[in-house]
């Protein structure tokens, strides 16, 4: 008996899935058969894409609403795409792109054009995804020409760090008296400490 699948994926746990869900109960799909990851699309690696295709079988059919909905790295999309049709023998069909439906066009000529459809349209998921890690690092590169700070903030030395150290090191005061003064963790007074007999 054919079972009908839907494929989710968004790329962070704070982006909506709404509208890939509510194509995917429009198309017939039911709750319990869609799939949904919560991560970025690089790779198949993905733990509820692995979980669908160890349920798919021969006559099936999976509903992703977009390529890049599958994935965004052009060999693996081609290869898992012939994973699925070919070894599996299940049908695809992308909602938004109908020339990429496997039910139609089983002649030469259909898949051959649906082939050529996904080799582009995977070609472009790919280039988007390479786009976006450029622009995250443009981004990052001009918010550190403005100055901007990345990672925790750095703890300040106290002005009286050497009298501190002094003290301590003197016996006057504890090193958990002399770390809580300068309102450091062990770990970082001990860097500070370091660092400030290196200047010495």
Do not use: H
Not at 166 to 181: I, K, S, V, Y
């Amino acid at each position: 008996m054919k079972r009908v699948y839907g494929y989710v994926r968004v790329s962070s746990t704070d982006q909506n899935e709404d509208r890939q869900v509510i194509s995917m109960r429009k198309a017939g799909v039911e709750e319990k058969n869609i799939y949904m990851d919560k991560q970025s699309g690089k790779d198949f690696n993905r733990p509820q894409y692995q979980r669908l295709c160890k349920r798919l079988r021969e006559g099936d059919l999976l509903y992703v609403l977009s390529i890049d909905r599958l994935g965004r790295n052009y060999e693996e999309i081609q290869r898992q795409w012939r994973i699925l049709t070919k070894e599996i023998g299940a049908d695809i069909c992308v909602i938004d792109m109908p020339l990429l439906d496997t039910r139609n066009g089983k002649d030469l000529m259909g898949t051959f054009i649906a082939d050529l459809v996904l080799q582009i349209l995977s070609f472009v998921a790919d280039n988007e995804r390479s786009n976006i890690r450029k622009r995250q690092e443009e981004g990052i590169a001009a918010a550190k020409a403005k100055g901007v700070q990345f990672g925790r903030p750095r703890i300040l030395v106290p002005e009286d760090f050497g009298e501190i150290v002094r003290r301590w090191e003197n016996g006057d005061m504890t090193l958990e008296e002399a770390r809580e003064e300068c309102e450091m963790s062990q770990a970082t007074f001990y860097r500070r400490l370091k660092a400030y007999r290196g200047n010495e």
